[in-house]
């Protein structure tokens, strides 16, 4: 079993940048699949991206293509949202996730983070 803890979230101006951090701890395997959601309040959870960890693969919702970017430090099994060029409308709760990478069904969660962009 896999524990994720969110960090880095906080408040900033449209245009700014933010890095959000996930923490990975328990039991891990290179057959895992990493994402970050992201909820809106009054709105349903959504997909952000996800990096697969053995290969680094990649994937993002076509809302934030171009301006942010995951990775992964294995050594720190950390995951990270680099979220650049910030919109209001990238204010959300946002969440990190794991699934197997056998799977579609992303069974651990943390607790999430609140990114808040001011105009």
């Known amino acids: 079993q896999v524990q994720l803890v969110e960090s880095g979230g906080g408040l900033v101006q449209a245009g700014d940048s933010l890095r959000l951090s996930c923490a990975a701890s328990?039991?891990?395997?290179?057959?895992?699949?990493m994402g970050w959601f992201r909820q809106a309040p009054g709105k349903e959870r959504e997909f952000v991206a996800g990096i697969n960890w053995s290969g680094g693969s990649t994937s993002y919702a076509d809302s934030v293509k171009g301006r942010f970017t995951i990775s992964r430090d294995k050594p720190k099994n950390t995951v990270y949202l680099q979220m650049n060029s910030l919109k209001p409308e990238d204010t959300a709760v946002y969440y990190c996730a794991s699934r197997s990478i056998t799977s579609m069904n992303y069974s651990y969660w943390g607790q999430g983070t609140q990114v808040t962009v001011s105009s």
């Open positions: 328990g039991r891990t395997s290179s057959y895992l699949v």
